[in-house]
T-cell receptor
Framework: NAGVTQTPKFQVLKTGQSMTLQCAQD?????MSWYRQDPGMGLRLIHY???????DQGEVPNGYNVSRSTTEDFPLRLLSAAPSQTSVYFC???????????FGQGTRLTVV | AQSVTQLDSQVPVFEEAPVELRCNYS??????LFWYVQYPNQGLQLLLK??????LVESINGFEAEFNKSQTSFHLRKPSVHISDTAEYFC?????????FGKGTRLHILP
Protein backbone atom coordinates (compact mmCIF):
# COMPACT_ATOMS: atom_id res chain seq x y z
CA ASN A 1 0.00 0.00 0.00
CA ALA A 2 1.92 3.04 -1.30
CA GLY A 3 -0.43 5.76 0.04
CA VAL A 4 0.06 9.08 -1.77
CA THR A 5 2.84 9.17 -4.34
CA GLN A 6 4.20 12.38 -5.84
CA THR A 7 6.59 12.70 -8.74
CA PRO A 8 9.07 14.19 -9.32
CA LYS A 9 10.68 14.90 -5.94
CA PHE A 10 12.76 17.77 -7.29
CA GLN A 11 12.43 19.95 -10.38
CA VAL A 12 14.10 23.04 -11.76
CA LEU A 13 12.25 25.01 -14.43
CA LYS A 14 13.03 28.08 -16.44
CA THR A 15 10.57 30.96 -16.39
CA GLY A 16 7.86 30.35 -18.94
CA GLN A 17 8.25 26.58 -19.10
CA SER A 18 5.34 24.30 -18.38
CA MET A 19 5.22 21.09 -16.42
CA THR A 20 2.92 18.69 -14.61
CA LEU A 21 3.35 17.53 -11.05
CA GLN A 22 1.96 14.03 -10.65
CA CYS A 23 -0.02 12.74 -7.69
CA ALA A 24 -1.49 9.26 -7.29
CA GLN A 25 -3.19 7.55 -4.37
CA ASP A 26 -4.17 3.92 -3.93
CA UNK A 27 -6.56 4.28 -0.98
CA UNK A 28 -9.69 4.92 -3.05
CA UNK A 29 -10.06 8.35 -1.48
CA UNK A 30 -12.64 10.64 -3.01
CA UNK A 31 -11.04 13.86 -1.92
CA MET A 32 -7.66 15.06 -3.22
CA SER A 33 -5.94 18.38 -2.90
CA TRP A 34 -2.79 20.32 -3.71
CA TYR A 35 -1.00 22.63 -1.30
CA ARG A 36 2.06 24.79 -1.59
CA GLN A 37 4.34 25.36 1.36
CA ASP A 38 6.37 28.54 1.66
CA PRO A 39 8.47 29.67 4.65
CA GLY A 40 6.34 31.39 7.28
CA MET A 41 3.14 30.84 5.26
CA GLY A 42 2.16 27.35 6.32
CA LEU A 43 0.34 25.27 3.72
CA ARG A 44 -1.98 27.06 1.34
CA LEU A 45 -4.60 25.23 -0.65
CA ILE A 46 -4.23 25.57 -4.43
CA HIS A 47 -6.95 23.31 -5.87
CA TYR A 48 -9.00 20.41 -4.65
CA UNK A 49 -11.28 17.71 -5.96
CA UNK A 50 -14.16 15.87 -4.29
CA UNK A 51 -14.29 13.14 -6.92
CA UNK A 52 -13.53 12.24 -10.52
CA UNK A 53 -14.61 15.01 -12.87
CA UNK A 54 -15.02 17.60 -10.09
CA UNK A 55 -12.44 20.22 -9.19
CA ASP A 56 -12.53 23.56 -7.43
CA GLN A 57 -10.22 26.40 -6.52
CA GLY A 58 -8.57 26.87 -3.17
CA GLU A 59 -6.88 29.89 -1.67
CA VAL A 60 -4.11 30.40 -4.27
CA PRO A 61 -5.23 28.93 -7.62
CA ASN A 62 -3.74 31.44 -10.06
CA GLY A 63 -1.15 29.98 -12.43
CA TYR A 64 -2.21 26.37 -11.80
CA ASN A 65 -4.62 24.00 -13.51
CA VAL A 66 -5.91 20.63 -12.37
CA SER A 67 -8.07 17.83 -13.69
CA ARG A 68 -9.42 14.65 -12.15
CA SER A 69 -10.18 12.00 -14.75
CA THR A 70 -9.78 9.06 -12.34
CA THR A 71 -10.18 8.55 -8.60
CA GLU A 72 -6.49 7.71 -8.26
CA ASP A 73 -4.78 10.61 -10.06
CA PHE A 74 -4.80 14.36 -9.54
CA PRO A 75 -2.09 16.11 -11.59
CA LEU A 76 -1.19 19.77 -11.08
CA ARG A 77 -0.17 21.73 -14.18
CA LEU A 78 1.90 24.87 -14.34
CA LEU A 79 1.22 26.39 -17.75
CA SER A 80 3.90 29.10 -17.68
CA ALA A 81 6.17 28.88 -14.66
CA ALA A 82 7.11 32.02 -12.75
CA PRO A 83 9.72 32.52 -10.01
CA SER A 84 6.86 33.17 -7.56
CA GLN A 85 5.90 29.52 -8.00
CA THR A 86 9.15 28.35 -6.43
CA SER A 87 7.85 26.31 -3.52
CA VAL A 88 7.36 22.86 -2.07
CA TYR A 89 4.16 21.26 -3.32
CA PHE A 90 2.22 18.66 -1.40
CA CYS A 91 -0.59 16.47 -2.59
CA UNK A 92 -3.06 15.06 -0.06
CA UNK A 93 -6.02 12.70 -0.10
CA UNK A 94 -8.81 11.69 2.25
CA UNK A 95 -12.21 10.06 2.34
CA UNK A 96 -15.09 12.41 1.62
CA UNK A 97 -16.01 13.80 5.01
CA UNK A 98 -12.47 12.83 5.98
CA UNK A 99 -11.52 14.05 8.20
CA UNK A 100 -7.90 13.04 8.24
CA UNK A 101 -5.69 13.80 5.21
CA UNK A 102 -2.75 11.72 4.02
CA PHE A 103 0.14 13.54 2.41
CA GLY A 104 2.70 12.73 -0.23
CA GLN A 105 6.40 13.40 0.33
CA GLY A 106 6.35 16.64 -1.63
CA THR A 107 7.86 18.09 -4.80
CA ARG A 108 10.46 20.81 -4.41
CA LEU A 109 10.13 23.13 -7.41
CA THR A 110 12.54 25.91 -8.29
CA VAL A 111 11.76 28.35 -11.08
CA VAL A 112 14.73 30.36 -12.32
CA ALA B 1 -14.48 30.49 6.66
CA GLN B 2 -12.35 28.80 9.23
CA SER B 3 -8.94 30.12 10.14
CA VAL B 4 -6.16 28.82 12.35
CA THR B 5 -3.69 30.91 14.32
CA GLN B 6 -0.45 29.53 15.65
CA LEU B 7 0.84 32.17 17.97
CA ASP B 8 4.52 31.25 17.86
CA SER B 9 6.55 30.81 14.69
CA GLN B 10 9.47 29.31 16.62
CA VAL B 11 9.77 27.77 20.07
CA PRO B 12 13.19 26.96 21.55
CA VAL B 13 13.19 24.56 24.48
CA PHE B 14 15.85 22.61 26.34
CA GLU B 15 15.91 18.84 26.02
CA GLU B 16 13.81 17.10 28.67
CA ALA B 17 11.90 20.33 29.40
CA PRO B 18 8.13 20.65 28.85
CA VAL B 19 6.72 22.46 25.83
CA GLU B 20 3.40 23.93 24.74
CA LEU B 21 2.65 24.93 21.15
CA ARG B 22 -0.36 27.18 20.95
CA CYS B 23 -3.19 27.01 18.44
CA ASN B 24 -6.45 28.92 18.17
CA TYR B 25 -9.15 28.48 15.55
CA SER B 26 -12.12 30.57 14.52
CA UNK B 27 -15.32 29.39 16.09
CA UNK B 28 -17.75 27.02 14.44
CA UNK B 29 -20.62 24.79 15.46
CA UNK B 30 -18.47 21.70 15.23
CA UNK B 31 -14.92 21.21 14.15
CA UNK B 32 -12.37 18.54 13.57
CA LEU B 33 -8.93 19.59 14.76
CA PHE B 34 -5.52 18.19 13.96
CA TRP B 35 -1.86 18.53 14.66
CA TYR B 36 0.49 17.50 11.89
CA VAL B 37 4.26 17.18 12.22
CA GLN B 38 6.84 17.73 9.50
CA TYR B 39 10.33 16.41 10.17
CA PRO B 40 13.19 18.00 8.19
CA ASN B 41 12.92 17.35 4.45
CA GLN B 42 9.85 15.16 4.83
CA GLY B 43 6.13 15.38 4.20
CA LEU B 44 3.44 15.93 6.80
CA GLN B 45 2.36 13.21 9.19
CA LEU B 46 -0.72 13.25 11.37
CA LEU B 47 0.31 13.56 15.03
CA LEU B 48 -3.11 13.55 16.66
CA LYS B 49 -6.71 14.53 16.00
CA UNK B 50 -9.84 15.61 17.81
CA UNK B 51 -13.10 14.48 16.25
CA UNK B 52 -15.48 14.21 19.20
CA UNK B 53 -15.71 12.78 22.69
CA UNK B 54 -12.89 13.25 25.19
CA UNK B 55 -11.37 16.70 24.89
CA LEU B 56 -7.88 15.37 25.66
CA VAL B 57 -6.24 13.44 22.84
CA GLU B 58 -2.85 11.77 22.88
CA SER B 59 -0.26 10.63 20.36
CA ILE B 60 1.91 7.54 20.57
CA ASN B 61 5.09 9.55 21.15
CA GLY B 62 4.00 11.46 24.25
CA PHE B 63 2.29 14.53 22.82
CA GLU B 64 -1.19 15.52 23.89
CA ALA B 65 -3.63 18.24 22.93
CA GLU B 66 -6.73 19.52 24.63
CA PHE B 67 -9.78 20.81 22.81
CA ASN B 68 -11.14 23.86 24.60
CA LYS B 69 -14.36 25.00 22.98
CA SER B 70 -14.87 28.10 25.13
CA GLN B 71 -11.41 29.40 24.28
CA THR B 72 -11.43 27.97 20.73
CA SER B 73 -8.00 26.50 21.38
CA PHE B 74 -6.24 23.22 20.68
CA HIS B 75 -2.80 23.60 22.27
CA LEU B 76 -0.20 20.86 21.91
CA ARG B 77 1.87 19.81 24.91
CA LYS B 78 4.63 17.41 25.81
CA PRO B 79 5.99 17.03 29.36
CA SER B 80 9.56 16.21 28.30
CA VAL B 81 10.92 16.81 24.80
CA HIS B 82 13.70 14.92 23.04
CA ILE B 83 16.07 15.93 20.29
CA SER B 84 14.05 13.72 17.93
CA ASP B 85 11.06 16.06 18.39
CA THR B 86 12.83 18.71 16.32
CA ALA B 87 10.31 19.47 13.59
CA GLU B 88 7.72 21.91 12.39
CA TYR B 89 4.25 21.46 13.83
CA PHE B 90 1.08 22.50 12.06
CA CYS B 91 -2.32 22.95 13.64
CA UNK B 92 -5.22 22.42 11.24
CA UNK B 93 -9.02 22.47 11.14
CA UNK B 94 -11.37 20.65 8.81
CA UNK B 95 -14.10 22.58 6.99
CA UNK B 96 -16.30 21.18 4.22
CA UNK B 97 -13.77 18.51 3.29
CA UNK B 98 -11.00 21.09 3.15
CA UNK B 99 -8.23 21.22 5.72
CA UNK B 100 -7.08 24.70 6.70
CA PHE B 101 -3.58 24.96 8.17
CA GLY B 102 -1.92 27.40 10.50
CA LYS B 103 1.42 28.89 9.54
CA GLY B 104 3.36 26.37 11.61
CA THR B 105 5.57 26.42 14.71
CA ARG B 106 9.18 25.33 14.43
CA LEU B 107 10.28 23.47 17.56
CA HIS B 108 14.00 23.81 18.33
CA ILE B 109 15.39 21.45 20.94
CA LEU B 110 18.42 22.87 22.74
CA PRO B 111 21.00 20.44 24.18
Amino acid sequence: NAGVTQTPKFQVLKTGQSMTLQCAQDMNHEYMSWYRQDPGMGLRLIHYSVGAGITDQGEVPNGYNVSRSTTEDFPLRLLSAAPSQTSVYFCASSYRGGPEAFFGQGTRLTVV
Amino acid sequence: AQSVTQLDSQVPVFEEAPVELRCNYSSSVSVYLFWYVQYPNQGLQLLLKYLSGSTLVESINGFEAEFNKSQTSFHLRKPSVHISDTAEYFCAVSEDDKIIFGKGTRLHILP
